[in-house]
């Protein structure tokens, strides 16, 4: 069954294209950390329509699996949020060049995303945009093989790419260009994996999410990988990620509901401040999952953006449990504020603090620093209305800290020794002022962090 070249496999099951490819490597989640094995899926359901695969071309040293592809059978409707900074990679210039251009001319042009991890293409001049390009032709090259062999009749689509690793190097573009002719694509949960481990860089697990949610009476599927683990920070798209779905919607509702989507998950999490140059979240929709249309302001479009927005928000968590050096996954909640921006402001706040964020690794229930982060978050206050207190994950009581401005005292520290123990916990502000609230995911800062960045060229 194999050979150099594209070809389609005996139908079963939902199997599709295969190819010789450097992709025969382990997906079982024993191969990862212990206590990190449970947010591997064993299985998934997937968006009709879309086939993945990864391979190690080149790019990494080590050997370790550096390239991904996702294509779909048929032309999508594309979004996508990029990083905000100034230094903004190739692969963000290229693909925003894309994205515009289709939606200048009304089009559905993407078909595929082309993912290289090692080498971030960043800080890299002209020839990084010219390697940004050869990359995505790469992968409109591949979405014509994958036609051709269907006997598909389909204009020819293109391809996003992304890419994550050290920035101010250039890619090992011959590299990637054979790398992604010799991909091997495929259905199933283990090509999706296989996706999932090429996006890694310091991760220590794949993250990958897949289900299938009930819009208006239709069944649609979402599937999505993302990865990061450091300079992970809002105000962009925050690393880099996928979200595949075959539901039919249109760019203006699309756009619509990545925007609300990704304020409240990937815009919604902080594990160092750092704001990466390469950040990037794409949404590829292609219709498979019938003829019917996700209209504008309808029901089934709310139900889809509800969806797709915790869909969101639980695929960014991954990237905060595997924060550099995380001990804690911190959920930061803040209700009662006159609108979502304040409330988000500070909750922003809280989770940016590296005061907050060390008392949690050192198990110290230190609720002054907390406080002082909501005082300083510059949203207008009744100190005299605030309550705070500390929810342990395993949903046992939470340990109260202030009511109505007045701290509780003393404070009862056996019990807070007891929360602060347990990996997940949330703080809930009350800021008692409106009907507004946000939320913030973060992790607690150790001493990993420093080691790992430290050593990360090495």
């Not at 699309?254 to 949404?283: P, Q, W, Y």
């Amino acid at each position: 069954m194999l050979s150099s070249k594209l070809h389609i496999l005996q139908r079963s099951g939902g199997r599709g294209l295969a190819a010789l490819g450097r992709s025969a490597f382990s997906t079982e989640a024993k191969q990862f950390p212990a206590s990190k094995q449970r947010f591997i899926p064993a299985s998934g359901t997937y968006p009709q329509g879309f086939f993945a695969g990864g391979s190690h071309c080149g790019v990494k040293k080590n050997g370790q699996p550096d390239l991904a592809v996702l294509l779909s059978d048929r032309p999508t409707t594309a979004s996508a949020v990029f990083t905000t900074n100034q230094f903004c990679a190739a692969p963000v210039q290229y693909d925003r060049s894309v994205l515009n251009q289709a939606r200048e001319a009304r089009e559905q042009r993407v078909r595929a995303v082309v993912v290289n991890s090692g080498c971030a293409n960043a800080v890299t001049g002209k020839q990084g945009l010219v390697d940004a390009q050869a990359m995505g032709a790469a992968g409109s090259q591949l979405v014509q093989k994958f036609d051709a062999q269907r006997g598909a009749q389909s204009p020819p689509g293109e391809a996003l790419v992304m890419s994550t690793g050290v920035i101010g190097q250039t890619l090992p573009i011959d590299k990637i260009r054979s790398g992604v002719e010799a991909i091997e694509l495929d259905s199933t949960h283990e090509a999706w994996m296989r996706a999932a481990i090429a996006h890694m860089t310091t991760d220590t697990f794949p993250k990958l999410l897949s289900r299938e949610v009930d819009i208006g009476g239709h069944a649609v599927r979402l599937a999505g990988i993302t990865k990061g683990a450091g300079m992970i920070h809002p105000n962009m798209a925050t690393l880099l990620g996928t979200v595949c779905t075959d539901a039919p919607i249109a760019q203006a509702q699309l756009d619509a509901a990545l925007s609300f989507a990704v304020a409240r998950s990937f815009n919604a999490i902080s594990i160092d401040g750092d704001m990466s140059t390469n950040d990037t979240i794409a949404v590829v929709a292609n219709g498979a999952a019938g003829s019917w249309t996700i209209g504008e302001g309808s029901p089934e479009f709310l139900a889809f953006q509800t969806a797709l927005t915790d869909f969101m928000a639980e695929l960014a968590s991954l990237v905060v449990r595997d924060g550099e050096g995380a001990t804690k996954f911190l959920t930061i909640e803040v209700t009662g504020a006159n609108s979502f921006a304040d409330a988000k402001q500070v909750a922003s706040t809280i989770a940016t603090s590296s005061l907050v964020k060390t008392a949690f690794y050192g198990q110290d229930a230190n609720w002054g620093r907390i406080l002082c982060a909501v005082g300083y978050a510059g949203v207008p206050l009744d100190t005299k209305r605030v309550n705070l207190a500390i929810h342990p994950g395993d949903g046992s009581a939470p340990l109260v800290l202030v009511r109505s401005g007045e701290p509780q005292l003393p404070v009862d520290e056996a019990r807070a020794s007891e929360i602060l123990k347990q990996e997940d916990m949330r703080v809930r502000v009350e800021l008692g002022l409106g009907s507004e609230e946000a939320r913030m995911y973060t992790c607690d800062l150790s001493h990993d962090y420093v080691s790992i960045n430290a050593d990360y060229r090495s």
